[in-house]
């Protein structure tokens, strides 16, 4: 497989972790870029709703000459109960970049920063949803490991089909699950 390397950025950009004193300086243009990239129309509450529960969780890349946001990524991390055994999923609710920074490693640079954090929060996996059509962004999260798990027929709004992508941070054995369920029923 070819790797494509990202061509340099004029400028070398700052990645700062979200916090709650930014949100009057950052939330109308993080709303502004998010907008334009997602087919999706979130409200002001849905933005709050990751942005102030999951701050440690959402990354901004800024331009260190003025502090204008250049990209952003919007992510929780919650126990999911749908198996026998919870797990702790990170989720990447949103993510985008100004179109003239794309092709740069932005983005990337954003997703790894936001694994990071998810997985030292002991994430065992971290799931995603992106549209079918939306071939960069499906090549951005294979490239770091993602995994197609399922299609979602006409999942968004605009009735566009997607793809949920899985990144396992942590190996579970079935047998091992079985096993540890079975000595907790002995005793």
Not at 12 to 38: C, N
Not at 87 to 101: C, K, N, P, W
Not at 103 to 108: E, I, L
Not at 160 to 177: F, M
């Amino acid at each position: 497989m070819e790797v494509v390397l990202p061509r340099a950025l004029p400028i070398e950009l700052s990645y700062v972790q979200y916090e709650h004193k930014f949100e009057a300086q950052y939330l109308p243009a993080i709303r502004s870029l998010i907008s334009k990239d997602l087919s999706e129309p979130y409200s002001i509450y849905v933005y709050r709703y990751f942005l102030c529960q999951w701050a440690h969780l959402c990354f901004m890349a800024l331009n260190p000459k003025d502090g204008s946001l250049i990209g952003v990524i919007i992510c929780k991390l919650e126990v999911h109960a749908c198996r026998s055994t919870p797990t702790r999923r990170g989720y990447i609710a949103m993510l985008a970049v100004m179109s003239a920074y794309r092709g740069h490693g932005v983005a990337t640079a954003l997703v790894k920063r936001a694994i990071d954090a998810m997985a030292k929060r002991n994430a065992d996996e971290i799931v995603l949803e992106t549209e079918e059509t939306n071939v960069p962004a499906m090549k951005l999260y294979e490239q770091l490991g993602f995994l197609r798990s399922k299609k979602l027929h006409r999942y968004y709004l605009n009735g566009s089909s997607a793809y949920r992508l899985v990144l396992p941070l942590r190996v579970v054995d079935p047998d091992e699950t079985l096993a540890e369920n079975f000595q907790e029923q002995i005793v």
